[in-house]
């Protein structure tokens, strides 16, 4: 069927990924030289050496403008590359060229390999809307994970995990940015609690400030019980302008003498009212905030003064650590209330697509018709600090049977990536460890680069399309629900890369 082989130059840069212990890798003479035979393929050699490593992880990048971008698919390509390389001199990839549909004899080629002695693939993902979300107690004396979580391109961190008495004094940030310097590390602040858990003088260096800071300001119930709204989560009274002066002056201590800095925080979370969950066993009473015996559900004053509060709590912390410092917000008040999304650079949509949209969830996100569409939400937030961010993360797993009678995963994240591509959001994987509200790390099974967006997304009928400089993505819709809302097709250099069309998907 095809097709021109395309000119190539050839370039050797190095990258090595690795960080720290003896050795570090070292990738060398790289090579690239394209067949003369008319078949098609390309050939990629390279040195490769690491004095204390058995085995490498390589990942292949690619530059179609002489090295100004790294973003140009990386397709075909087969031999010593991908997780497992041992070091030696002459290590050979083939690159098949010819196979790829798209023409591009035109542009200066560059090949670049990283090598990392960690078993992580840094291999290239455009356009940049790649993020992590992880609020567990990630290990990061492991250097591997400082390589891992700098892939992203916004990583939504528990501050109180690099904040605790073992990390406080470790430049963990730092070490992630030397490897991605662009990666912004946002860290995880309650908006409206405390944790019982951060009682003892030996619990998490920051939950325990944290506690001790905010204690005076505990809210009780109509009958006097300790509020709560989620299981050993104390209800703060954000009411009290001393609550907050609280709460931000604890963060800000910690920002100032840990050797982690954020770029900024995210606030879990900000509703229109508070949300208690049901299912509390030990506490009686409802929530009252301004102690007038009623509860914050009946108190339409309270509700009032509540919102006004999460506005003061926002606007202190601003002009505490400035207007550079990043606010991300969770919850749904921002996700219908374009005043109060105005004050944030970004927003997360916690469980996505199941909060605020109404049916069809998924299809009402990214309906123009609705007015807390996708596109609205994010025209509404800051753009200063190199935003906006829209942060779609969910940890449930659903499954489905595939075509030839398995069992698989539906990877929510690959979803979500497809409609970060559409309205230029970041999409967030998980674990799915199928523990619920276990927000933990999890990568794509299929890395994809196909440039930067050319332009909006189109839509006919039931069927949306948007083109990049290497690809395009399709969707069409089906029922538009979670968790089977739509197939999707990516296209890169016109090669079929990506598709989920249940029970059907590629690769
Ligand atoms: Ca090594
Ligand atoms: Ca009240």
Redesign the pocket.
């Not at 009252?288 to 914050?296: E, K, Q, R, T």
């Given at each position: 069927m095809r097709a021109i082989v395309p000119l190539l130059c050839s370039c050797c840069i190095l990258l090595a990924a690795g960080l720290t212990l003896a050795a570090d890798p070292v990738v060398s003479n790289v090579r690239m030289a394209e067949r003369t035979d008319g078949s098609g393929l390309v050939d990629i050699d390279y040195d490769l050496a690491d004095a204390d490593s058995p085995v490498l992880a390589v990942a292949v990048q690619m530059s179609a403008d002489g090295g100004a971008q790294w973003n140009f698919p990386v397709l075909n390509m087969t031999g010593d590359v991908g997780s497992n390389v041992a070091p030696g001199v002459d290590r050979h990839i083939v690159w098949n060229a010819g196979a790829i549909p798209t023409r591009f004899s035109e542009g200066q080629y560059r090949v670049r390999l990283a090598a990392s002695d960690r078993g992580v693939l840094h291999k290239p993902h455009s356009p940049r809307n790649i993020a992590i979300t992880d609020w567990s107690a990630v290990n990061w004396s492991d250097p591997a994970n400082w390589e891992k979580y700098a892939r992203a391109d916004i990583f939504l961190a528990m501050a109180a995990s690099m904040w605790n008495q073992q990390y406080m004094n470790v430049p963990i940030i730092d070490r992630i940015k030397a490897v991605n310097p662009d990666v912004k590390v946002i860290g995880y602040i309650s908006a409206k609690t405390a944790q019982l858990s951060g009682e003892p003088a030996g619990a998490n260096a920051f939950w325990h400030e944290w506690y001790v800071r905010t204690r005076p300001f505990w809210v009780y119930t109509t009958t006097g019980d300790t509020a709560q709204d989620w299981p050993g989560n104390v209800v703060l009274n954000i009411l009290d302008p001393a609550c907050r002066t609280a709460m931000i002056e604890t963060v800000m201590d910690f920002q100032r003498t840990s050797a982690n800095h954020f770029d900024g925080i995210l606030w879990d979370y900000f509703n229109n009212s508070l949300w208690v969950y049901d299912g509390l066993t030990n506490v009686t009473g409802q929530p009252?905030?301004?102690?007038?015996?009623?509860?914050?559900a009946q108190?339409y004053d309270?509700q009032v003064a509540y919102k006004s509060a999460e506005v003061a709590l926002v606007s202190a912390l601003r002009d505490s650590l400035g207007e550079n410092f990043i606010q991300v917000f969770n919850g749904q008040r921002a996700y219908s209330d374009s005043t109060f999304a105005g004050l944030a650079d970004g927003l997360m949509y916690e469980i996505f697509p199941t909060l605020l949209f109404p049916q069809p969830n998924m299809k009402s996100a990214l309906d123009p018709a609705y007015p807390f569409n996708l596109y609205a939400a994010r025209r509404w937030l800051r753009s200063g600090n190199g935003g906006p961010w829209i942060v779609m993360s969910n940890p449930w797993r659903t499954q489905y049977g595939d075509i030839d009678g398995g069992t698989h995963y539906i990877m929510s994240g690959n979803q979500w990536r497809a409609v970060a591509m559409l309205m230029d959001g970041y999409a967030s994987w998980n674990s799915h460890d199928g523990s619920t509200f276990s927000y933990t790390y999890g990568w794509s099974d299929n890395d994809i680069s196909v440039g930067e967006p050319l332009g909006p997304p189109v839509s006919d009928g039931n069927f949306i399309r948007r083109d990049f400089q290497y690809g395009r993505i399709e969707l069409e819709w089906k029922t538009g629900m979670y968790p089977d809302p739509f197939k999707y097709r990516i296209w890169a250099l016109g090669q079929r890369v990506e598709e989920l069309a249940v029970p059907m998907h590629f690769p």
């Open positions: 009252d905030m301004d102690g007038d015996g009623i509860g914050h108190d309270e």
